[in-house]
């Protein structure tokens, strides 16, 4: 099952390379620009502020990539969606809430020692469950974690898979850009097509769950 998830996402990605390139160039960028002001300023409130803008900008790279998994290529506009709507408001939210809810139990790690470890996994465990909320949200189910935890029921380690192995061996890709000590900008570009292959997967894990048929695609760009 999670082979199959797999592979649907390596060949969508081939097939609509040039559609994905388009669709997320401009908020890659734009976080790539950011990131390099950062490094100028060496200031952390501004450091802050990138991370929450970073957040929101992966946001809608993941809205405009589960839509067009999901909905097909006219689902978004040329250039991707920018509107920051009912849709993006929820999705970051989510996203927000399950940041903190990994981020709190960091802030407990010197006081609960190795509890914190444990309720690491378990939070992981869950998280990864939750996740599934995310294409729903990103095609315009008002959904919440809830509606995830029920979608999910008995398939704890295929999501196990789809959420954190999957990204794991993308990310086995990076390992030599990072030896080969390239520019930051570089990295941070190669580290958001990791990303983008990560929800691509959650996309075809969603589509698996709900048995929704596969959308017929336009041709996809050569």
Known sequence: ????????????????????????????LLAILLQLVA??????????TVMFIEALLSSIIAI????IVLKGEDSVPHWGRFTIGKIELWFFAHYLSLWFGVYAIFLLTPLIGFVAGVLA????????????VFPAIALGKGVSF??????TAQKTLYMLCVVAIAPFIFGLFLVPI???????????????????LAVITLSFAYQNLTEAPEPVAPDAEK
């Not at 809830?146 to 979608?151: G, H, R, T, V």
């Not at 990072?178 to 983008?196: D, G, K, N, R």
């Open 121 to 132: 996994i378990v939070a992981g465990i869950i998280s990864c469950r939750l996740c599934i």
């Open 178 to 196: 990072a030896l080969l000590s390239p520019l930051p900008a570089l990295f941070t570009f190669f580290s958001y097509v990791v990303t983008i």
């Open 39 to 48: 490094m100028e300023l060496q200031s952390e409130l501004f450091n802050w």
């Open 1 to 28: 099952m999670f082979g199959d998830t797999l592979s649907a996402a390596l060949r969508f990605t081939v097939r609509h390379k040039m559609v994905l390139l388009r669709i997320t160039i401009i908020p890659i």
């Open 64 to 67: 405009n990539v589960h839509r």
């Open 146 to 151: 809830p509606y995830a935890w029920q979608l």
